[in-house]
Nanobody, 117 residues
Framework: QNQPVESGGGSVQTGGSLRLSCTAP????????VHWYRQGTGKREWVSSI??????DYSDFVKGRFTISKDEAKDIVYLQMNNLQPVDTAMYYC????????????WGQGTQVTVSS
């Protein structure tokens, strides 16, 4: 399977930090992007991406607090989350693009992040 696996979620207090991991064998050697999404009680929303050439993108609501990075030796993409707020509470999903033109995608099953006051 090409399904990514997320880990690193948990429960923290407001202002705390977590580092999420996304991995699938060999995927960091590909030229395609890796993306983080989250879903709380509503619609799933995009959080951050690392794209071809190492281009990093962030949604406005996490900019300045979250950092996406890649460790190719370990085949892991990280999402470092700092200054977490209750609104960040959600299931966080990793999506890995692949194939010709990076037109295909594989989704993980998610890791839960809960932020309490």
């Amino acid at each position: 399977q090409n399904q990514p696996v997320e880990s690193g979620g948990g429960s923290v207090q407001t202002g705390g930090s977590l580092r999420l991991s996304c991995t699938a064998p060999g995927f960091t050697a590909n030229m395609c992007g890796v993306h983080w999404y989250r879903q709380g009680t509503g619609k799933r929303e995009w959080v951050s991406s690392i794209r071809t050439g190492g281009i990093l993108d962030y949604s406005d609501f996490v900019k300045g607090r979250f950092t996406i990075s890649k460790d190719e030796a370990k085949d892991i993409v990280y999402l470092q989350m700092n200054n977490l707020q209750p609104v960040d509470t959600a299931m966080y999903y990793c999506k890995i693009d692949r194939g010709p033109g990076c037109r295909y995608a594989d989704w993980g099953q998610g890791t839960q992040v809960t932020v309490s006051s």
